[in-house]
């Protein structure tokens, strides 16, 4: 049976990651990142190895030639060794964008963002997989991309991804709520981190605040997304479903008919979650500005599934006319 590019690689990344994981005595997310690095510097870079380990490295390492690969079989390798890491330790925090959804919204931002270079920020970053199926769509432009990352072995992830998939992103390892030294972007993707902020402090400076107790991380990144665009620029955000009907939804509607224009909400197939607690959608928004219309209506949609060839070219369909008759 024929192995495809992404098993061949896939197989790579998980034999030398547990090599390196015995080894050092790490987690097998930490050793994937360290085997990513090795796989992108040609070398191993772990001067602690043993001897007979580094031979065993170096025999898997020598099968494999990483120019031979396109960026998303690269990406489709290195997130299903991910996930396989995940599993071993799973944490809240670290969850992956559905490999679908990442595609679709790249293919949004792609058609809404009409200039063939412009500045993409996702604050949020994760391990990068969001960001980086976004940059696969649209080979053909100049992006330039900032990640900001409180999770450290997650920004590392994120880091040998790009490194990997040849894409130069610009990252920062910090608290995504606090004040960002970044320049103004044309858009913002994001997969929310749902929850409440515990910095109260920090809330406070926030036009989405609670009126008490914490507020909402997702309500405030939004908000802070929204700081960093351009006007006219395009937020493209994955929100839990019941995001307007929270007890602190007002502060966000009041936010949101202040700064944005709404231009979609797209929901993503129940099939894609656990349960219906978990389901989510996609939420595009323009950033008001002079010139920037409003357009005559807001496109509503549940999606089909994903993997529904023919019912996805006719949303893509209703999409395209919409974007054609809405989009100033």
Known sequence: ?????????????????????????????????????????????????????????????????????????????????ILKGMQENVQPNHQMTPDAVGMFIGYLVNRFIGQGSYRL??????????????????????????GIEIDDLLIKL??????????????????????????????????????????????????IRAEHGHTYAHHLFIEQGTRHLKPGGYLFFIIPNGLFESEQSPQLHDFIKKHLNMQAVLQLPRSLFKSEHAAKSILIAQKKGENIKAPKQALLAQLPKLSNGPAMENIIQKIDTWIAENKG
């Open 121 to 146: 920020l996702d604050p949020a970053v994760g391990t990068g997989n969001l960001l980086s199926a976004v940059l696969n769509q649209q080979p053909d432009k100049t992006i330039t991309s900032i």
């Open 158 to 207: 994120a880091y040998t991804n790009a490194n990997l998939q040849q894409h130069g992103v610009q990252f920062f390892n910090q608290d995504s709520l606090e004040p960002l030294f970044v320049d103004p972007v044309d858009a913002v993707v994001c997969d929310l981190p749902v929850g409440y902020y515990p910095n109260d402090v920090r809330a406070a400076e926030y036009e």
């Open 1 to 81: 049976m024929s192995v495809t590019p992404v098993e061949k690689l896939f197989a790579v990344l998980n034999e030398t990651a547990d090599i390196l994981k015995e080894e050092l005595s790490c987690t097998y997310l930490d050793a994937l990142a360290e085997t990513g690095e090795n796989l992108f510097h040609g070398t191993i870079l772990q001067e602690e190895l043993s001897e007979i380990t580094q031979k065993r490295l170096e025999k898997v390492y020598k099968d494999i030639n990483l120019s031979g690969f396109s960026s998303e079989q690269i990406r489709k390798a290195y997130q299903l060794a």
